[in-house]
């Protein structure tokens, strides 16, 4: 089978509001602790039975200095 991803905010993380500091990027680790282990945002890529995708989803920027 095949697994998609589209997503926004892999690259850049999104930013804090009035000194808020940055959140995380959302990414995406296919077959993780493997040879081949590989980062991605938006992308497309082969899978069989039993691969493992880890799934860490974006957080939002802070707001105000701390």
Request: net charge positive; glycine share 24%; no cysteine.
């Amino acid at each position: 089978g095949e697994f998609l991803t589209i997503t926004k905010r892999s690259k850049a993380a999104p930013w804090g509001l009035a000194g808020g500091g940055e959140g995380q990027p959302t990414r995406f680790t296919y077959f993780p602790g493997t040879p081949t282990e590989r980062m991605s945002g938006t992308g497309r890529i082969t899978v069989s039975a039993g691969d493992q995708v880890e799934v860490l989803t974006g957080g939002g920027g802070g707001y105000g200095k701390a």
